[in-house]
């Protein structure tokens, strides 16, 4: 640089950025992670140092070798280098005098791991001077002391130190190339050297660039496996899996609203020209920047993921799904605009999937003639999903019945409510209608009518345990079922609130989430026993028994926790032993019979 240059560049506090900065550092606030956010790299320096030299030589003929010096940021000299300083030809020496709280940027591994970390792409060559131990073979003195003529001397194996500059920066950044040039075991290798993933192969990638109202060039994977730091936390903070670089200098990877964070699993570089490098999540809100990379990458992390869905190969989006599918979920209740795009994408367990996925769609390719909506449950585990009572007239009917066994399932599938032309509806709320007809509603009403004695003795009985009791017609093989109001949640639902309640202080109440209602099938015999037990004498221990015994059953059955085992467990053996002494006596006549029969 000439004289002029030096003040111009580093003698001038910028108006903006720079200013900020040494206000900051003369407040005492700044420390090393404002590096790079204030565009002022040069003066971020006296972070770690007390004082800065510059010793320069212009490329014009006859420009003489300048130092630049300074030891506050503040004020400055520029004088003539004498030949110590002096370097050889033109270009620039920079020499920072670290502080003696900051020795460790002095340090080898730390300069290297800074290089990687923020300059690993940089266009210009970055070496850095490294001591390694490198092992060579020498003869062994003492071992060849007694060596025979002829013998060969023996060798042994010595550690060598060698100093030298070693290039820091060897990888190309593969997102500036066009997108139809690199190989794909090249696009494979960038991916387990930069994000280093040696152990994971990736399923996916997208390389794209955008022009326009901002110029950017991108480059998304989806990984094979699932990431390890997101094992324990799908959501771990840490995870930092979508950098921001602005002319191949790393920029940020900490911007949570470049991708929303159900793509926490999406590994990728976004780099653009356009940024200046004192980017900042304010700049880009201001400039509409962000919502625009939000969108473009959101866009293609869901082509990606169409891709592998409709690859011939349908066990490569069973991998995708069965890594990944919590955070289309997670998409699902958190992102209403992509909602619509991420539906088609879920999979779910049905009552005729058998151990396969089914879709929405193929749901839909399915349908019986004249059904027109989509029915799932809830349960815990599919094998207790396909046992719940409410599923029995669906069955019956032919139609497939969606089986959501998690928590998570509830909460995603509620979100939905429609899929193109159909309601989606959990056929454990109260109202479920099949679209029988007016007859079928009229009968209903009618057996309401009918056991209103039984419904208002069973509603005494449940107090406090459901709401209300109605009669259905929509149960076949079971006296009873428990279904939720409009506004309850499934038994696996409170379950899992109830021990986050107890995780957190909370005494695990349900409250007003459990609005269960009884439901009774008028045609099983169990209910018109019971009916003409209420008739004869509701008041008695064993009407009254009999009525909680079918409420338990039907809580267990329905995936509910039977609140008093012990009371379950009485009247379950009252019921066996008033078996047993039925049985004892029948059994002791037919004895009697064959013992006279063979008397004779």
């Known amino acids: 640089m000439t004289r002029y240059e030096l003040i111009n560049n580093l003698g001038r506090i910028a108006q903006s950025g720079t200013k900020n900065f040494m206000e900051a550092l003369g407040e005492g606030s700044a420390d090393v992670n404002l590096i790079g956010q204030f565009g002022v790299g040069f003066y971020s ?64 591994s730390k300069l290297e791991e800074l290089v990687q970390r923020y300059s690993e792409f940089i266009e210009f060559p970055l070496q850095l001077w490294k001591s390694n131990t490198e092992y060579e073979k020498v003869p062994d003195i003492e071992a060849n002391a007694d060596l025979a003529e002829g013998e060969e001397p023996k060798m042994k194996t010595v550690p060598k130190t060698v100093e030298e500059y070693e290039e820091m920066n060897t990888q190309k950044p593969l997102w500036l190339r066009s997108p139809n040039e690199p190989e794909d075991e090249e696009y494979k290798e960038f991916y387990k050297t930069a994000f280093k993933a040696s152990y994971d192969e990736p399923q996916k990638w997208s390389h794209f660039r955008l022009e326009g109202q901002v110029d950017f060039k991108a480059l998304l994977y989806v990984p094979g496996m699932l990431p390890f730091e997101l094992s324990k936390d799908m959501f771990d903070e840490e995870s930092r899996n979508v950098r921001l670089y602005v002319k191949r ?126 029915y799932y449950v809830t349960g815990e585990g599919r094998k207790n999903a396909m046992q719940l ?49 007016e007859e079928t509603k009229k009968e209903t009403e009618e057996l309401n009518e009918k056991y209103a004695d039984l419904r208002e003795f069973l509603e005494v009985q449940l107090e406090g345990k459901v709401q209300k009791v109605t009669v259905s017609t929509l149960l076949t093989d079971s006296p009873a079922a428990l279904v939720q109001g409009a506004y309850g949640v499934s038994p696996t639902m409170q379950r899992y609130m109830k021990a986050q309640s107890v995780a957190s202080g909370g005494d695990g109440s349900m409250g007003s989430m459990n609005q269960a209602i009884l439901e009774i099938n008028p045609k099983h015999p169990i209910v018109q026993d019971l009916e003409k037990m209420v008739q004869a004498d509701k008041e008695s221990a064993k009407t009254q028994n009999f009525a909680m015994l079918m409420y338990d059953v039907a809580s267990m059955t329905g995936g509910y926790e039977v609140s008093d085992t012990g009371s379950f467990a009485q009247r379950v053996m009252s019921l066996m032993s008033s078996m047993g002494s039925s049985q004892s006596g029948e059994v002791g006549v037919e004895d009697s019979k064959e013992k006279n029969s063979d008397e004779d």
Do not use: C
Request: charged share 35%; net charge negative; glycine share 6%.
């Open 45 to 108: 320096a006296y972070l770690v140092a007390d004082k800065v030299e510059v010793v320069t030589k212009s490329m014009q003929a006859g420009s003489p070798q300048l130092k630049w010096e300074s030891d506050s940021g503040s004020s400055f000299t520029i004088s003539d280098a004498n030949d110590e300083e002096a370097i050889d030809g033109s270009g620039t020496r920079l020499t920072l005098h670290i502080k003696d709280d900051a020795m460790q940027y002095l340090e080898s």
């Open 249 to 374: 200098v790393f920029i940020n990877d900490k911007f949570e609203d470049i991708m929303p964070r159900w793509l926490k699993f999406v590994k990728g570089v976004v780099d653009s020209d356009d940024l200046p490098l004192n980017v900042s999540r304010e700049i880009l809100q201001k400039s509409k920047v962000l919502s625009i990379i939000n969108k473009r990458l959101v866009r293609k992390s869901l082509d990606m993921f169409r891709d592998i869905a409709e690859d011939e190969d349908a066990s490569k989006y069973i991998m995708f799904w069965n890594n990944f599918g919590k955070y289309l979920k997670i998409g699902i209740i958190e992102d209403d605009k992509n909602k619509k795009e991420l539906a088609p994408l879920l999979r779910f367990y049905s009552s005729k999937s058998g151990e396969e996925f089914t879709s929405f769609d193929k749901y839909i390719d399915g349908m019986v003639e004249g059904q027109k909506s989509i």
């Open 389 to 437: 009572p409410v599923i029995e007239k669906l069955k019956t009917k032919g139609y497939e019945v969606l089986l959501m066994t998690e928590p998570l399932d509830e909460i995603t599938i509620e979100a939905i409510r429609d899929y193109k032309e159909f309601n989606v509806i959990d056929a454990t709320k109260e109202g479920l209608d099949l679209e029988d007809g």
